[in-house]
């Protein structure tokens, strides 16, 4: 792990510098407690002052978080900058809940990156300077103490949605940290309800690193939604949702007050909450250090031009991989609003309705997997040999239910992808970019991607593989290239 500068860092705590809220965290060795450089509390002398990039580490330092700036909601940004995918890959896992199931390990976490577990820990120690116990189990303490603070929820809920498994499970590894019980806090805060309906929508904010170029977003979805599926309308995106066989749905709104989203969050399992905002982060990129993207590609002087006109310009990706690996099929070679109509031909015929929507166009779940695997796709109004790969594609993806979630040799997956029958090299790379969350992937034979760069300023090249070699100065950051990229000929 590269230490960070302590003189740099006091002075990024003594002017509450928000350009550092998300990489530092400041452990104050007089209180035990950790904070986010901007917080309002007086600034501690610079003698008391322990200094780490990512809130792991400062609780696994023994320092509890701060009540006041509270870094559970600080924005949250790759707290390391090595050259190891596999640490980036390993931590959306844990995100995703991995460490939480009763049968996962991080044995089997290293599995899932293609290395062992004492390699793992390694990579771990070296670029987070902790385990990744310890990261699960920073994630869950964070996140219930989010939910202490925005919701009322009860405390059975709470230790449910942070992974705990029971309330004894989780007031003892919260007394541990915040040397007081989690119902003491909450009588702190607010009066909850102890009886509160598990369907109730919870409302969640969900803090990224300014600026965010919400416009753009919702443009893209806009152009995309799904009729029954989605709608984005007033700055909304709405839209249902299935997890674990369950069925529930999500509205985002902007908070640029807040430099958050606003994610509603209706579903009939607490369980799923933090896997569902952990999706939420992934789909809408709030984890993008943008400040650090900017610098890097503004080095190329004919990219600049687009980057000063979309700040906070972000990747797209996707609630679900397999969701978006169907859609991407059912977009080749044709346009997005064609595509569009398939995808609600394709929802109509074979989604499951959504019981219990609060919108009236929000009526039915994206068929699953195993429910295209034996679909008859004959009245789609599309080529048979297009029907024929999403049934090998739903096939493969039933019977490997990993194949399309983030982990894993991204080499691999794509050979994997590759090996189905009509997914050729452009729909792989598409999917990566937006289904695997590579901030390095790049379709480099998309028409729209070849055309952006041909009208960049000087010229640009006009073939994949020169638009390939032009791109190797981007990495590691080609999808946010290609985002720019597509923007030219608008």
Not at 77 to 85: E, I, K, Q, Y
Not at 268 to 285: C, G, M, T, Y
């Amino acid at each position: 792990m590269h230490p960070l500068d302590p003189d740099v860092s006091y002075r990024a705590l003594q002017t509450r510098d928000p350009r550092f809220d998300g990489r530092l965290f400041v452990g104050v060795v007089s209180t035990g407690i950790y904070c986010r450089p901007i917080c309002p509390a007086r600034t501690p002398k610079r003698e008391n002052c322990r200094f780490f990039s990512g809130s792991a580490a400062a609780q696994a330092a023994g320092f509890r978080a701060c009540l006041r700036c509270r870094p559970e909601i600080a924005p949250e940004l790759p707290g390391w900058r090595g050259t190891s995918n596999s640490v980036s890959r390993a931590l959306a896992l844990i995100a995703d809940g991995f460490l939480d199931r009763e049968d996962s390990t991080v044995e089997t976490l290293a599995m899932r990156v293609g290395m062992g577990a004492r390699q793992l820990r390694r990579l771990f120690d070296q670029h987070l300077g902790v385990a990744p116990v310890a990261v699960a189990q920073s994630r869950r303490l964070l996140f219930a103490k989010q939910l202490l603070h925005d919701t009322t929820l009860s405390m059975t809920e709470v230790a449910l949605a942070g992974g705990f498994g029971s309330v004894r499970r989780f007031n003892h590894a919260f007394r541990s940290l915040y040397r007081r019980a989690p119902g003491e806090l909450r009588r702190a805060i607010t009066t909850a309800t102890s009886d509160l309906d598990a369907t109730a929508p919870v409302v969640l904010q969900i803090p990224y690193r300014p600026p965010y170029d919400w416009d753009r977003m919702l443009q893209y979805l806009r152009a995309r939604a799904i009729d029954g599926l989605e709608v984005v309308e007033n700055g909304l995106y709405h839209r249902s949702i299935m997890h674990e066989e369950m069925a529930g749905s999500i509205t985002i709104q902007h908070r640029p007050d807040r430099a958050s989203l606003l994610a509603t969050i209706s579903f009939p399992s607490v369980r799923a909450l933090q896997s569902i905002v952990s999706r939420i982060r992934h789909q809408f990129d709030v984890g993008a250090d943008v400040d650090a993207i900017a610098a890097h590609l503004l080095k190329d002087d004919a990219l600049a031009p687009r980057i000063a006109a979309r700040p906070g310009l972000r990747v797209p990706g996707c609630w679900d991989g397999f969701e978006l690996a169907v859609r991407a099929v059912l977009g080749q070679q044709i346009s997005v609003s064609a595509a569009r109509r398939l995808g609600g031909s394709l929802v109509e015929l074979c989604g499951d309705p959504l019981p219990n929507s609060g919108d009236t166009r929000i009526t039915r779940t994206f068929p699953t997997a195993r429910c295209l695997a034996t679909a008859d796709l004959g009245r789609l109004g599309m080529p048979a040999s297009r029907r024929a790969t999403i049934t090998a594609l739903a096939q493969a993806a039933a019977t490997n239910p990993e194949l399309l979630a983030p982990g894993g040799s991204i080499e691999e997956r794509l050979g994997q992808l590759r090996a189905i029958p009509g997914i050729g090299t452009w729909t792989a790379d598409y999917i990566a970019l937006r289904a695997f969350h590579e901030p390095d992937g790049f379709p480099a034979t998309d028409l729209g991607l070849l055309r952006g760069a041909s009208q960049l300023r000087g010229g640009g090249p006009r073939t994949a593989s020169h638009l390939l070699q032009r791109a190797e100065a981007w990495r590691p950051w080609r999808a946010y290239a290609a985002q720019y990229l597509w923007t030219v000929e608008e």
